[in-house]
């Protein structure tokens, strides 16, 4: 079953579900880039792993792991009596202190040589105080200085983005060629908009392979089932949609929601 909306959904902006959706769509991008790139070319899944500390103030942060079992003693333990209640095993929950990101690199499948970066970007590298925003942004400027193509994917509407980005579209894709100091190339696009096919550059003598973000999102969510999972019967998550945006995203429920009855 296909989204309500013609490009990114915004109800997948939900922190809570981010991560799912993040991985998975990484995996379909992984996948038709694999599919265009090979045999010159690996394109690899990897990950980061950031150390925080709970805060239970960010839920988004806190991710429940182990978990440390009490058996306190009672009369009634070992009752036969099935009037009495059994006492219940008390639980306390640990959290993982790591927090995982990941991202694609493409590959020269001769030497391993790193050759593009892609990010589809998260709440982590996207608000001061998140276990991976320092790191993250370390690492973006030290790759815009070197040979390494840099590809972003940013369609999370919440957050901080780059000055020269800020404020242009709900959404955008950004590539920093390896190299050419003095060019972005940004493929922008709003909430009504399909997501777009953007470049990604290779090695010399091989040219840019187009990745269709579009479709890979289509793959995802039909493959996820989040027409099933999801809840369009609240608003989406924040921030707040323009008034115009908000009708218009009713509208579409609404209709999609009428086509899957009928």
Known sequence: MH??????????????????????YLVELSNALSARVSPNFIVRVE???YLTQPDFGRKEFVIPDVTIAK?????????ADYGVITTPTLVEPLFDPEVKDRYLEILDSQNRQVITTIELMSPINKRHGAP????FWRKRRELFESQVHWIEIDLLREGERPYRIS????????????????RLD????????????????????????????????????ERAHYAESIDYTHEPPPPP???????????????????RTS
């Open 71 to 79: 058996h306190p003693r009672t009369a009634h333990e070992n009752a």
């Open 186 to 221: 940004v493929w922008f696009f709003n909430l009504r908009d399909p997501l777009p096919t953007i470049a990604v550059p290779l090695r010399p003598p091989f040219d840019d392979v187009p990745l269709n973000l579009q479709a890979a999102f289509d793959v995802t969510y």
């Open 132 to 135: 991976g925003y320092e790191d």
């Open 167 to 182: 404020g242009k579209s709900d959404y955008y894709a950004l590539l920093k060629r390896g190299g050419q100091w003095n």
């Open 47 to 49: 990950e980061r792993v």
């Open 241 to 259: 949609l323009r008034e115009e945006d908000a009708a218009w995203v009713q509208e579409q429920v609404r209709e999609w929601s009428g086509a």
């Open 3 to 24: 989204s309500p909306f013609p490009g990114m959904d915004p109800y997948l902006e939900d922190p809570s579900g981010w991560s799912d959706f993040h991985t998975r």
